[in-house]
């Protein structure tokens, strides 16, 4: 157990669960003529279902504001504090928060609702389904450490591709070099696994610093998994029938759970 990673879950090998928001006002799913009721409402019931099978951590998304951006407008940030605002009360876990693809937005709300860890794009260029994605780490960096919250960093982005030929091993020392606290390797698109080999290969670079996998990890596969990974982020295989938009099913995420448990308690043996 890493000491990042102990002092935020209290447990090895974390299973943080992702908290997917409807699409919020401004972008062009969300139906102008209904308020936040309904999203608040779909995200209080994955809530109650998450917690009840046992998850130990949960991070806010803003998953269906597709098209995604690079910059996101003030509105996403105020609605995403203001729907974790309402829900805090019921939070029993330690929660994150993702703006898909904004870093500063991330650490923005993260800081409004007392979040612990952001997940984003901190370090790196890439090329993107979006355009060129260009994060400015040092400010976003310095910014979330003076707000005592962690910075789990992707080096394997969904959508894109890194430029230049630098490896997943470079990649990883030399974000942790820069500043970052947590290592996420991911799939080519949400509910795709991550690959072993590039989680192996963070790894070794990085031995110090925690490396977890960020998509497509479902109860088959959560166990070897976790033999590399120092934890998962799990949304996609949650929710009814393994659908992204679906609610979370609480049949799935409980059997998820029980498979996490499992697994940490033979490798604990």
Same mark, same amino acid.
């Given at each position: 157990?890493?000491?990042?990673?102990?002092?935020?879950?209290?447990?090895?090998?974390?299973?943080?669960?992702?908290?997917?928001?409807?699409?919020?006002?401004?972008?062009?799913?969300?139906?102008?003529?209904?308020? !936040?009721?309904?999203?608040?409402?779909?995200?209080?019931?994955?809530?109650?279902?998450?917690?009840?099978?046992?998850? *130990?951590?949960?991070?806010?998304? *803003?998953?269906?504001?597709?098209?995604?951006? !690079?910059?996101?407008?003030?509105?996403?940030?105020?609605?995403?504090?203001?729907?974790?605002?309402?829900?805090?009360?019921?939070?029993?876990?330690?929660?994150?928060?993702? &703006?898909?693809?904004?870093?500063?937005?991330?650490?923005?709300?993260?800081?409004?609702?007392?979040?612990?860890?952001?997940?984003?794009?901190?370090?790196?260029?890439?090329?993107?389904?979006?355009?060129?994605?260009?994060?400015?780490?040092?400010?976003?960096?310095?910014? +979330?450490?003076?707000?005592? =919250?962690? =910075?789990?960093?992707? &080096? /394997?982005?969904?959508?894109?591709?890194? !430029?230049? *030929?630098?490896?997943? /091993?470079?990649? +990883?020392?030399?974000?942790?070099?820069?500043?970052?606290?947590?290592?996420?390797?991911?799939?080519?698109? /949400?509910?795709?696994?991550?690959?072993?080999?590039?989680?192996?290969?963070?790894?070794?670079?990085?031995?110090?610093?925690?490396?977890?996998?960020? /998509?497509? =990890?479902? +109860?088959?596969?959560?166990?070897?998994?976790?033999?590399?990974?120092?934890?998962?982020?799990?949304?996609?295989?949650?929710?009814?029938?393994? =659908?992204?938009?679906?609610?979370?099913?609480?049949?799935?995420?409980?059997?998820?759970?029980?498979?996490?448990?499992?697994?940490?308690?033979?490798?604990?043996?």
């Amino acid at each position: 157990m890493t000491p990042l990673l102990s002092s935020l879950f209290g447990t090895p090998k974390p299973v943080i669960a992702m908290m997917h928001a409807g699409a919020l006002p401004g972008r062009p799913r969300h139906d102008p003529g209904q308020n !936040l009721e309904p999203v608040r409402d779909a995200l209080a019931r994955d809530l109650d279902a998450l917690q009840k099978a046992g998850v *130990n951590g949960l991070l806010f998304c *803003n998953e269906a504001d597709l098209p995604y951006r !690079l910059r996101t407008g003030p509105e996403t940030a105020a609605a995403m504090a203001a729907l974790v605002g309402e829900l805090r009360a019921g939070i029993h876990v330690p929660f994150g928060i993702d &703006i898909v693809w904004d870093p500063a937005a991330s650490l923005a709300v993260a800081r409004a609702t007392g979040a612990c860890f952001v997940r984003e794009v901190f370090t790196g260029t890439y090329e993107s389904d979006l355009g060129l994605m260009q994060p400015a780490a040092e400010a976003h960096q310095q910014q +979330a450490h003076q707000q005592d =919250v962690a =910075v789990f960093a992707n &080096i /394997t982005p969904e959508f894109a591709s890194p !430029l230049g *030929n630098r490896t997943t /091993t470079e990649r +990883a020392r030399d974000a942790v070099l820069l500043g970052v606290d947590a290592i996420l390797v991911t799939g080519p698109i /949400t509910g795709l696994p991550a690959s072993l080999e590039e989680l192996q290969a963070a790894k070794h670079a990085v031995p110090g610093t925690p490396v977890l996998a960020s /998509t497509g =990890v479902t +109860a088959g596969t959560v166990k070897k998994t976790l033999e590399t990974a120092d934890g998962v982020i799990v949304g996609t295989h949650l929710k009814r029938d393994g =659908v992204t938009w679906n609610p979370v099913d609480p049949v799935r995420a409980a059997a998820f759970m029980a498979a996490a448990t499992r697994a940490k308690a033979e490798m604990a043996v």
